[in-house]
């Protein structure tokens, strides 16, 4: 059995505590930077981003799982298996700004790894109680997250790492929630899982305070993709961390989307600093980042056939760069979509930019031309994109989409 594939953007899950016992592992190899004989320790976390439109996001962890394979199938041989006794049920959304859950460490030999695997506890019925895996609408009662077949061998995560000899390595694992719950036409909702594994030795953190804007949407993006997630606390701020450091970027833009609940616009900050070990803050409480007013609409309608499985992000050109705003998944049975379905996600105001400076505060500056106007972009399973331009300058929005 196959497991789902997950090469791309983050989403947001909460993290596991406990001991975990790993047997030999059959891999790893290379010379004597990636290990080449010896043990070193391998130390996994987890966090999590803002999911959008739910209170709880729930699943429930049994094992992880390391290879020195990237193609490796669930039963070959060759996988460290880290078992997670009893399994636990986990609220991704428990986990932003930052926080990290240690799942364990372990020594095993030293090497170079290619593949992760999150596997999950199945769905046994027994009452919403007694659920693996649930989640909570915002306002609503528990309900199933039904989990494909595949997941039971492991949600795959493919990223190559290296545990060097007498050395401990950190690797957190960050589930996209928002990406990750897909609600279906049917009132039902779905787990197609988007995580992605951040070794912390190469990352840094941004930090900020958004200013009236509680539950305020955070991304550090590079070329208009998230790399990193987060919500604002009551108090505005926020902590972006782990970001990995890029091999050809050191810097990432930081996209704050204050929600339909504070009436305010989007802001953005161009080419922050990403340090390993170390923290940049682009705004603090003495000086916060402050955003103009505004209304917010939504974006919603169709992608046909449903089997596309559509992933859908809304884009904005602001100052010559394109940028994340939201996102969501398409229904796998019907195809609708709606950004969002919980309150509208687009802001109609004009967005403030600015770029990185270290005396605070950086000045923002509004984009007139880009008030109201968005690229939306639909992907289907297969990797085919179509892109729709839209306006909620005047009212909300039905874009259809066709693979």
């Known amino acids: 059995m196959s497991a789902y594939s997950l090469t791309s953007a983050p989403l947001r899950i909460l993290a596991l505590s406990g001991a975990l016992a790993l047997a030999a592992c059959g891999g790893g190899g290379g010379d004597d930077s990636g290990g080449g004989g010896g043990q070193g320790t391998l130390k996994v976390s987890m966090t999590d981003a803002p999911a959008c439109g739910f209170d709880h996001v729930f699943v429930t962890v049994n094992q992880v799982r390391v290879h020195s394979s990237a193609s490796a199938e669930a039963n070959a041989s060759g996988w460290v298996n880290i078992d997670v006794v009893p399994a636990r049920k986990i609220d991704l959304l428990s986990l932003t700004n930052g926080v990290l859950t240690t799942l364990g460490q372990t020594a095993l030999p030293a090497g170079d790894y290619q593949q992760v695997r999150l596997v999950l506890d199945a769905n046994r019925g027994g009452g919403a109680g007694a659920l693996a895996n649930s989640i909570v609408p915002t306002g609503?009662?528990?309900?199933?997250?039904?989990?494909?077949?595949?997941?039971?061998?492991?949600?795959?995560?493919?990223?190559?790492?290296?545990?060097?000899?007498?050395?401990?390595?950190?690797?957190?694992?960050?589930?996209?929630?928002?990406?990750?719950?897909?609600?279906?036409?049917?009132?039902?909702?779905?787990?197609?899982?988007?995580?992605?594994?951040?070794?912390?030795?190469?990352?840094?953190?941004?930090?900020?305070?958004?200013?009236?804007?509680?539950?305020?949407?955070?991304?550090?993006?590079?070329?208009?993709?998230?790399?990193?997630a987060t919500v604002a606390d009551a108090n505005g701020n926020f902590t972006l961390s782990p970001i990995e450091q890029s091999s050809t970027a050191g810097t990432v833009d930081v996209v704050v989307v204050p929600g339909a609940a504070n009436a305010r616009g989007t802001g953005i900050v161009r080419s922050v600093p990403v340090v390993a070990g170390g923290s940049t803050a682009i705004s603090t409480a003495a000086a916060p980042m402050t955003l103009p007013?505004?209304?917010?609409?939504?974006?919603?309608?169709?992608?046909?056939?449903?089997?596309?499985?559509?992933?859908?992000?809304?884009?904005?050109?602001?100052?010559?760069?394109?940028?994340?705003?939201?996102?969501?998944?398409?229904?796998?049975?019907?195809?609708?979509?709606?950004?969002?379905?919980?309150?509208?996600?687009?802001?109609?105001?004009?967005?403030?930019?600015?770029?990185?400076?270290?005396?605070?505060p950086i000045p923002l500056s509004p984009d007139g031309a880009a008030a109201g106007k968005y690229s939306v972009q639909a992907t289907s399973a297969s990797g085919a994109v179509v892109t729709q331009q839209v306006d909620v300058n005047v009212a909300d929005v039905i874009q259809n989409f066709s693979f």
């Open 140 to 228: 609503g009662t528990e309900q199933t997250l039904d989990t494909p077949s595949a997941v039971q061998s492991g949600i795959k995560i493919n990223r190559p790492f290296t545990v060097a000899r007498g050395t401990l390595t950190d690797l957190v694992l960050d589930f996209d929630a928002c990406k990750s719950v897909v609600k279906r036409g049917n009132g039902t909702f779905g787990l197609k899982p988007v995580v992605t594994a951040i070794p912390t030795l190469v990352s840094g953190a941004v930090t900020g305070v958004v200013g009236s804007a509680p539950g305020a949407r955070v991304y550090a993006e590079r070329n208009g993709v998230v790399v990193k």
């Open 293 to 360: 007013s505004s209304t917010y609409r939504r974006v919603s309608g169709t992608v046909t056939p449903a089997t596309a499985e559509a992933t859908l992000r809304a884009l904005q050109l602001v100052s010559g760069g394109n940028f994340e705003i939201a996102a969501t998944a398409a229904a796998t049975d019907t195809g609708a979509y709606s950004l969002f379905a919980t309150e509208p996600a687009l802001p109609v105001a004009a967005p403030v930019i600015g770029t990185y400076q270290a005396a605070l």
